[in-house]
């Protein structure tokens, strides 16, 4: 088994590798890719030294499977290439996740989707895997009609420069800015570019890939994301109406039961979920659950996950296992 990690120098390819050591992802020869001025530096990884390699050096080695943290430009010009010689490609982008040809999986929701033909799999975003990963159950119990969503995201979200214009902030040092506007002690409604219709590139992603993934785009589903100083991981207020009526007590039976979430719901002990606790877990949080006083079969609930864990790198380490626990690969 040969697997290969491409952007292994950025946030979430760092994340990746953490990851593969503690879940001892089974493999032979991993290979670390990052950026021309980085190939011929080494990473230290579970004690062992590797050499940097390029693209060109990688996809001639076929590995078994890529894992690509590199952006959707390199993705769409790299991740068929791979594909041609073998290589199931799991890709982190936005490159491939609308692609009507390619499957947008989170495994506990919609793994069993995926077959050995499946040679570009795309991993969604970070917001919508934590939102699906708590309304999925809910969804097949009560089926959804509606879904409001509000989030407050992490700077990690946006990359190491995002995080050091945050602390230069902090420290009161001048430097380069990532954001069109101080983030230090702001909340920016601004996440990715502004679309004709006036939403977010990130807003309609969440809208998209949610249908996409729950296979049902008769969801009415309206987002509004927002960018706040926190690095622990992303929040989210969702309103989300059921055309079917729901038990309250069921519901939180349901979520404590839904492999990958922990209900942290105890408001008499401020119990909640936090982005400072769910760092560097691999759990979707949800707590705040109670019921939307102001119209019927609707609940309230407050979500939390480590972006760049479940958000990203756990989600497609899972998919990896998935793929080689049904031997897909």
Same mark, same amino acid.
């Given at each position: 088994?040969?697997?290969?990690?491409?952007?292994?120098?950025?946030?979430?390819?760092?994340?990746?590798?953490?990851?593969?050591?503690?879940?001892?992802?089974?493999?032979?020869?991993?290979?670390?890719?990052?950026? !021309?001025?980085?190939?011929?530096?080494?990473?230290?990884?579970?004690?062992?030294?590797?050499?940097?390699?390029?693209? %060109?050096?990688?996809?001639?080695?076929?590995?078994?499977?890529?894992?690509?943290?590199?952006?959707?430009?390199?993705?769409?010009?790299?991740?068929?290439?791979?594909?041609?010689?073998?290589?199931?490609?799991?890709?982190?982008?936005?490159?491939?996740?609308?692609?009507?040809?390619?499957?947008?999986?989170? $495994?506990?929701?919609?793994?069993?989707?995926?077959?050995?033909?499946?040679?570009?799999?795309?991993? #969604?975003?970070?917001?919508?895997?934590?939102?699906? /990963?708590?309304? !999925?159950?809910?969804?097949?119990?009560?089926?959804?009609?509606?879904? *409001?969503?509000?989030?407050?995201? +992490?700077v990690t979200g946006t990359g190491k420069d995002a995080v050091q214009q945050? /602390?230069?902030?902090?420290?009161?040092?001048?430097?380069?800015?990532?954001? $069109?506007?101080?983030?230090?002690?702001?909340?920016? #409604?601004?996440?990715?570019?502004?679309?004709?219709?006036?939403?977010?590139?990130?807003?309609?992603?969440?809208?998209?890939?949610?249908?996409?993934?729950?296979?049902?785009?008769?969801?009415?589903?309206?987002?509004?994301?927002?960018?706040?100083?926190?690095?622990?991981?992303?929040?989210?207020?969702?309103? !989300? %109406?059921?055309?079917?009526?729901?038990?309250?007590?069921?519901?939180? +039976?349901?979520?404590?039961?839904? #492999?990958?979430?922990v209900v942290q719901d105890d408001v008499t002990n401020n119990v909640y979920?936090? #982005?400072?606790?769910?760092?560097?877990?691999?759990? *979707?949080?949800?707590?705040?659950?109670?019921?939307?006083?102001?119209?019927?079969?609707?609940?309230? /609930?407050?979500?939390?996950?480590?972006?760049?864990?479940?958000?990203?790198?756990?989600?497609?380490?899972?998919?990896?296992?998935?793929? /080689?626990?049904?031997?897909?690969?």
């Amino acid at each position: 088994m040969k697997i290969a990690v491409i952007g292994a120098t950025g946030l979430v390819g760092q994340e990746m590798l953490k990851v593969l050591a503690e879940r001892h992802l089974r493999f032979d020869d991993l290979y670390l890719v990052a950026s !021309a001025k980085n190939v011929g530096k080494n990473i230290t990884h579970e004690g062992k030294t590797y050499t940097i390699k390029s693209l %060109e050096e990688t996809v001639a080695l076929a590995p078994d499977i890529a894992v690509f943290s590199a952006g959707g430009s390199t993705s769409l010009e790299w991740a068929p290439k791979f594909a041609a010689v073998g290589t199931t490609v799991i890709d982190n982008s936005s490159a491939w996740r609308m692609d009507a040809t390619k499957k947008l999986i989170v $495994p506990e929701v919609n793994g069993h989707e995926l077959t050995v033909e499946d040679k570009i799999i795309a991993n #969604p975003n970070c917001s919508t895997i934590q939102m699906v /990963m708590a309304l !999925a159950p809910l969804h097949k119990k009560y089926r959804l009609k509606r879904i *409001v969503v509000s989030t407050y995201q +992490s700077v990690t979200g946006t990359g190491k420069d995002a995080v050091q214009q945050m /602390m230069n902030e902090r420290q009161g040092v001048k430097g380069a800015m990532v954001y $069109p506007h101080p983030i230090d002690l702001n909340a920016l #409604p601004h996440i990715d570019v502004f679309l004709d219709n006036g939403y977010t590139k990130e807003e309609m992603k969440m809208v998209k890939e949610t249908h996409k993934i729950l296979g049902d785009h008769t969801i009415g589903i309206t987002s509004t994301t927002v960018r706040i100083p926190a690095i622990g991981g992303h929040s989210e207020a969702v309103n !989300a %109406e059921f055309h079917n009526e729901y038990d309250l007590a069921e519901v939180r +039976s349901i979520l404590e039961n839904t #492999p990958g979430v922990v209900v942290q719901d105890d408001v008499t002990n401020n119990v909640y979920p936090m #982005p400072i606790l769910s760092q560097g877990r691999d759990e *979707v949080f949800v707590g705040r659950l109670r019921r939307d006083e102001s119209q019927p079969k609707t609940l309230n /609930m407050w979500i939390v996950a480590d972006n760049l864990r479940k958000g990203a790198a756990t989600n497609a380490v899972q998919i990896a296992e998935y793929l /080689m626990e049904m031997s897909l690969v």
